[in-house]
C-alpha cells in the first residue's frame, strides 16, 4: 500500500510557458501532500505543503504565485509552473502520507527542463 | 531550528562488507526516524522506520536508534553494488509523518565489486 503517482515523468517546455504536474495517492486518502525539487547533486528541497481544501503553505524564498498549487481532493495535488524559466529546470517530487506516524511515500518525480 | 546532520561521502565499502551509515538530530523531541534510498535520478524510496530505542531489523538492514545520543544509524549487510546509492536520514518531531519531517543531505554509498 502507500502508493503515489506522478506524472508526467518527464516534460519540455519552452520558456514562458506553464507547466502542471499532478500526484495522486493511489490507495490512500492524504489530507496534505509535499512538493519538493532537487537540483543536481544536491539535497531534497520542500517548496510547499498542499493541504486539501486549502490554501498550500510555501517555504521560504518559494514564489505562490510562480508555483500553483491545487489540492482539490483527498487524492490529487497539482504544481504548475508558470511562466517556466531555464532556472527552474529541476527534478520535482511530490510525496503523501496517511498520516500519524505513518512515513511519507514519494512519487517518482517529474523532470522538467525549460529551454 | 531541527537539524539533520550526516556525512556526504562518498562512503567506499566492499563487496560483502557491513555498511554503517550514520545520522544525528538536534531535536530532542522527535518522535519517528527514517532511512530512505536514492538512485541518481530517480525519487526517494523508503527503506526503514523506526519509533523507539534499539535495534530493528529487515533483511540484510538494520536500523539502530538512540535518543539519548541523539543518532540514528543504518546498517547493511553483506553489501551488494546495488545497494549504491544516496541514503538519506529522515526525522519528525510532531509524531505524524506529515509535519516537521527534516531530511539530512543524505550519504552517498559506493559498493565496490
Known amino acids: 500500500g502507500a502508493v503515489v503517482s506522478q506524472h508526467p515523468s518527464w516534460v519540455i517546455c519552452k520558456s514562458g510557458t506553464s507547466v502542471k504536474i499532478e500526484c495522486r495517492s493511489l490507495d490512500f486518502q492524504a489530507t496534505t501532500m509535499f512538493w519538493y525539487r532537487q537540483f543536481p547533486k544536491q539535497s531534497l528541497m520542500l517548496m510547499a505543503t498542499?493541504?486539501?481544501?486549502?490554501?498550500?503553505?510555501?517555504e521560504q524564498g518559494v514564489e505562490k504565485d510562480k508555483f500553483l498549487i491545487n489540492h482539490a481532493s483527498l487524492t490529487l495535488s497539482t504544481l504548475t509552473v508558470t511562466s517556466a524559466h531555464p532556472e527552474d529546470s529541476s527534478f520535482y517530487i511530490c510525496?503523501?502520507?496517511?498520516?500519524?506516524?505513518?512515513?511519507?511515500?514519494f512519487g517518482n518525480g517529474t523532470r522538467l527542463t525549460v529551454t | 531550528q531541527k537539524e539533520v546532520e550526516q556525512n556526504s561521502g562518498p562512503l567506499s565499502v566492499p563487496e560483502g562488507a557491513i555498511a554503517s551509515l550514520n545520522c544525528t538530530y538536534s531535536?530532542?523531541?522527535?518522535?519517528?526516524f527514517f532511512w530512505y534510498r536514492q538512485y541518481s535520478g530517480k525519487s526517494p524510496e523508503l527503506i526503514m522506520s523506526i519509533y523507539s530505542n534499539g535495534d530493528k531489523e529487515d533483511g540484510r538492514f538494520t536500523a539502530q536508534l538512540n535518543k539519548a545520543s541523539q543518532y540514528v544509524s543504518l546498517l547493511i549487510r553483506d553489501s551488494q553494488p546495488s545497494d549504491s546509492a544516496t541514503y538519506l536520514c529522515a526525522v519528525t518531531y510532531s509524531g505524524g509523518g506529515a509535519d516537521g519531517l527534516t531530511f539530512g543531505k543524505g550519504t552517498h554509498l559506493i559498493i565496490q565489486p
Open positions: 510525496s503523501a502520507t496517511k498520516g500519524g506516524r505513518s512515513p511519507l511515500h
Open positions: 531535536d530532542r523531541g522527535s518522535q519517528s
Open positions: 498542499s493541504n486539501e481544501g486549502s490554501k498550500a503553505t510555501y
